[in-house]
């Protein structure tokens, strides 16, 4: 297929305008293109990177590559999470040599002109794209939550694309960036579910966890949360649950996602009638949540909180619940500046810190070694940790609530809510 | 035989084929330094992908597959060729960035219902594969 190119991006290509660094971006772009069968490009308005995180020498030399030949990008682009927390460094356990190229990767990215956020809740440390915007982001809960929440436009950008498009400003027009590909095709019916547990924080990484298995290649309609009216955090939640179990990169949600004001907008030129609709039951759900545990009996060697990053209402949260009572157990949240500076504002952070929390900030503990080393379960209230930690850490997760998950910490073994559930 | 499909990064290569039989991830599933299977269980566990005509008819997981498939070009152990049977772009744009970084090609073809087994010899030309002698076949003089 033709590649249909402006002059200024021909231009580009051919080196009449621009650096070399540049230059390779836009052969990597339109090398995209071309794989992905679209027919042009798409001007982007703002990036957001997930290849700050080291996965091996290659990709350092690339990005040291675009960044010695004077790429620089060309809109707004934040950075995902680095192997480093560059404001404690003894907190990663990795060899010297690793830790060297993992800092200069990240490095590699501030060069060109990243803003160096390295969180991966972008859209609360404020990149929040308008509806109808055309991004180019990676992170799959960042990708999720963009076209989820905010009605903004972008496809999965992984690994060296997405730098390629911020220095281009450019996009393969392919996908999630076009009206037809985001209608939704498989409807998630949860009106049959009890309005009190659609009002509990822990129902939506479930439900996430869910939605991702159930959709496939589809794009999932959910409805009947209209009533509950979920929060950003809970959001979130869902958003991250979806795109750990399954590819899910858009989820419409009736009354909250921008083009989901009911069902029939959602699925668009497709009559809603056609589509599978699936009824959640609480057998499912609840099916659900005993499938994000592994870990069997009473033993807590740590809890992990944050992924996504978590926000700064999150993070009081936790303070409530402990009520000045300490951990017994290590409790890790894992966030970005956006969150720690505004904490220490409010001496939240300190109160946090004399209570046993550690915060982990720039990166997250399922994407490099923190966890304690002789430990073999870590307790989450994230879909997302607990759907990679065995994976990554070699850690059995155990799913709960945040309340759960505190008072667990606090008492040093499990502490289920049964009210929760019942 | 030859069988006819679509180029996506262009370029000749020659081998000896290895089908994954069933969807695997990169990431996860191939070790960057040694190119073998990794993934518990998958029919080709313990075997090398270096130097293969490498037929993968589903990808699947993590976009820091790319990575992977381009740490295995930088160490000169990739594949020779990917021969895939649906379109996705996780894989392919590692080889595309091992192309402009000049470490190594691999070219890239897609094509539907590749008939080719592990062990058959393959030449691939652009978006021309051909079979110059199945798996089972007598090695000639």
């Not at chain 1, 402006?6 to 772009?29: C, D, F, Q, S």
């Not at chain 1, 095709?185 to 939605?211: H, K, N, Q």
């Not at chain 2, 070790?31 to 490498?54: D, F």
């Amino acid at each position: 297929m033709t590649i249909h190119l402006t002059p200024y991006e021909n231009a580009v290509l051919k080196g009449e305008t621009g650096n070399t660094g540049t230059r390779m971006a836009m052969e990597i772009v339109v090398g995209a293109a071309r794989i992905l069968g679209a027919d042009a490009l798409l001007p982007v308005v703002s990036a957001h990177i997930d290849g700050c995180l080291y996965h091996g020498d290659s990709g350092v030399l690339y990005c040291e590559k675009l960044a010695a030949d004077g790429a620089k990008v060309s809109v707004p682009s934040t950075t995902n999470v680095g192997a480093l927390n560059l404001l404690k460094p003894e907190q990663v356990r990795i060899p010297p040599d690793r830790r060297r190229m993992a800092f200069r990767l990240m490095e590699a990215h501030r060069r060109m002109g990243c803003r160096p956020s390295w969180t991966c809740a972008p859209y609360q440390a404020g990149a929040r794209p308008t509806r109808g915007a055309q991004i180019a982001w990676g992170e799959s809960n960042a990708v999720a939550f963009a076209n989820t929440v905010l009605g903004a436009r972008t496809n999965r950008y992984g690994d060296f694309l997405d730098i390629a498009c911020a220095i281009t400003g450019r996009a393969p027009l392919y996908g999630l960036h076009k009206d037809e590909n985001r209608f939704g095709t498989l409807i998630l019916d949860v009106s049959g579910l009890d309005m009190r547990l659609l009002r509990e924080d822990v129902f939506y990484p479930v439900l996430g966890a869910l939605v991702g298995r159930l959709a496939g290649q589809c794009v999932p309609v959910i409805t009947g949360l209209e009533q509950s009216a979920p929060q950003e955090d809970q959001l979130k939640a869902l958003c991250a649950g979806a795109a750990s179990t399954g590819a899910a990169a858009l989820i419409h949600i009736t009354g909250i996602t921008p083009e989901a004001p009911d069902i029939e907008t959602a699925t668009g030129t497709i009559p809603a009638q056609t589509l599978e609709t699936i009824r959640i039951t609480p057998q499912m759900i609840a099916a659900t949540r005993d499938s994000l545990s592994l870990a069997s009996g009473d033993t807590i060697d740590s809890v992990a909180l944050g992924s996504p990053h978590f926000s700064v209402d999150e993070c009081r949260a936790v303070l409530r619940i402990l009520d000045g009572r300490a951990t017994a157990v290590p409790v890790f949240i894992c966030t970005g500046r956006h969150v720690m500076d505004a904490l220490a504002q409010s001496k939240c952070d300190t109160q946090l810190s004399r209570l046993g929390i550690e915060f982990v900030v720039d990166t997250c503990v399922v994407v490099t070694p923190i966890l304690p080393e002789n430990g073999k379960t870590m307790m989450t209230n994230s879909a997302k940790f607990a759907h990679y930690t065995k994976g990554n850490t070699g850690h059995d997760p155990v799913f709960g609530s945040l309340k759960e998950c505190i008072e667990s910490a606090v008492a040093g073994r499990l502490i289920r809510d049964e009210a929760l559930w019942s | 035989m030859v069988i006819k499909g679509e180029s996506l990064i262009g370029g000749q290569a020659h081998g000896t084929a290895l089908r994954l039989d069933a969807p695997i991830s990169f990431w996860g599933g191939v070790n960057p330094q040694t190119s073998a299977v990794t993934l518990a269980g998958h029919p080709q566990e313990g075997m090398k992908i270096s130097g293969k005509m490498l037929i993968i008819d589903r990808l699947i997981g993590s976009s820091s597959s790319s990575a992977v498939m381009l740490e295995l070009l930088y160490n000169g152990i990739g594949p020779a060729a990917l021969i895939i049977g649906t379109k996705d772009a996780i894989l392919p744009v590692g080889a595309l960035v091992a192309q402009q970084m000049q470490w190594s090609l691999c070219p890239v073809i897609i094509a539907e219902g590749i008939p080719f087994q592990s062990g058959d010899k393959l030449t691939l030309n652009d978006n021309k594969l051909t079979r110059i002698r199945t798996a089972d076949a007598p090695r000639e003089q």
